[in-house]
């Protein structure tokens, strides 16, 4: 839940309120919120949306919804969602989902193509010790099938020995995505 003085909401991206349970973009108000990035011209408010009263509210990039008691909960970021026939798909829906498997080390949901072009979800993966990699990826496919939409299941899972990391030792999608 926000502090006491901080507003939060979850909007589409017409900056409209959702309902509570639907995913969109975290939005947070308030007098501790920041009022712009520090750029080399002096303050720009980019990622600041001033609404008809004229309050700044901060556009996280963050996805979440809000539950009925009012918590809210993080879904990913906007920037990491793949769009399949329309479908939003939300790689750390399928990366928790992998952290559930005993041989997985670390995964990376990405967004890839099909030969024609078509977007797929391509699913990185470091294991915990050497296995059956066939196993593995029937086990992965099976887990995938039985707790995510039909758009979440991975269509390539590629196996290596270490996934690239960023300098705050967070898995470097950018770096796995085409």
Not at 37 to 49: E, Q, V
Not at 140 to 150: A, P, V
């Amino acid at each position: 839940k926000p502090l006491e003085g901080i507003r939060m909401e979850i909007w589409d991206d017409d900056h409209k309120p959702v309902e509570n349970g639907t995913v969109g973009e975290i939005v947070i108000a308030g007098p501790t919120v920041m009022q712009g990035y520090l750029t080399a011209d002096g303050p720009a408010d980019a990622g600041i949306y001033y609404d008809e009263e004229g309050t700044a509210w901060v556009l996280s990039g963050d996805l979440g919804y809000r539950d009925d008691d009012g918590f809210f909960f993080f879904s990913g970021r906007k920037k990491r969602v793949i769009i399949i026939s329309g479908y939003n798909v939300y790689p750390v829906d399928i990366e928790n989902l992998m952290d559930t498997l005993p041989f997985i080390k670390e995964s990376c949901a990405v967004r890839g193509k099909t030969p024609e072009g078509k977007p797929l979800v391509r699913l990185y993966v470091s294991l915990k010790e050497n296995g059956d990699k066939e196993e593995y990826s029937r086990i992965i496919t099976e887990t995938c099938e039985k707790n995510l939409s039909k758009f979440s299941v991975p269509r390539e899972i590629i196996f290596k020995d270490d996934l690239p990391h960023t300098p705050l030792e967070k898995v470097d999608f950018m770096k796995l995505t085409e």
